[in-house]
């Protein structure tokens, strides 16, 4: 299967255009479509989101992730292999942490170009055909070069700020659930937040902090918005207590 991660939108014409590509290179592989709305313009926090969630697909899966704001620059075009899946997107950060917590990982910079290149629109007319080609089974030396990825070592491992504002103003940090004790206290948009397993043990209106079903330490208000009722944004910084 082919898997979109991008910042896209469902709304206009992109990512409609982008899934058409994809029907012309890759004609009956199924098409997942599971974010348009990562942190626009932002691969940092969609790094650490793209690392929880591509866990979720098997081996063997083609994940196109476009988080592009340097598209038409001298940036690369990079084709990863981490954990037998595949990812195709810019070299900017946005597979750090894929890369980084596999046990093994290949890379190639993407040498293949189709016949028009638009300088604006690289993940429908240079990444989808790509990500088409390897779901077909081409192999990536067919289309690129081994190459050393640019690294970002000063990027932390976990990263304690918001990364995603969801659909109900749940909003997911890039902290892993495992690297935080079950009794830690945060503090989020200046508001200190307790740990709980559920939203139905804390009551209505109460902020909390929990493990999500992917393995991030998520904030939420019960039956409200955590992103109003505590003013959280993407980059919003979270403190850890002791």
């Known amino acids: 299967m ?5 910042d896209f939108g469902l709304g206009g014409p992109y ?14 592989v199924p098409v997942i479509q599971l974010f348009a709305d990562a942190p626009a313009g932002q691969p940092k926090p969609a790094s650490y989101l793209l690392a929880a969630y591509a866990a979720w697909f098997p081996a063997g899966t083609v994940l196109l992730c476009v988080i592009d704001p340097g598209v038409g620059s001298a940036r690369r075009g990079l084709i990863a292999e ?18 980084r917590r596999a046990a093994s990982s290949r890379c190639w910079e993407i040498g293949w170009r189709p016949p028009a290149l638009s ?12 990500a088409g080609r390897l779901a077909r089974g081409e192999a990536p030396a067919a289309l690129a070069s081994p190459v050393v990825p640019r690294g970002y070592p000063d990027w932390p491992d976990d990263l304690a700020e918001i990364v995603y ?6 909003a997911l940090t890039g902290l892993r659930g495992e690297s935080l004790p079950p009794n830690a206290r945060l503090v989020a948009g200046g508001h200190p937040v307790a740990h709980a397993e559920t939203f139905s043990s804390v009551p209505s209106g109460a902020a ?17 918005r955590a992103d109003r009722a505590l003013g959280l944004a993407v980059g919003s910084e979270v403190t850890i207590l002791a």
């Open 15 to 28: 990512t409609g255009q982008v899934n058409a590509v994809l029907q012309e290179s890759a004609p009956g």
């Open 119 to 130: 300088a604006s629109f690289h993940g429908r007319d240079l990444f989808a055909p790509v």
């Open 82 to 99: 981490a954990a037998g899946r595949f990812y195709v997107g810019p070299d900017n950060g946005l597979f750090e942490l894929v890369l």
């Open 165 to 170: 504002i969801d659909h109900y103003g749940n």
């Open 2 to 6: 082919i898997v979109l991660f991008t």
């Open 208 to 224: 909390f902090w929990y493990v999500n079903s992917n393995g991030l330490v998520e904030i939420a208000v019960n039956t409200g």
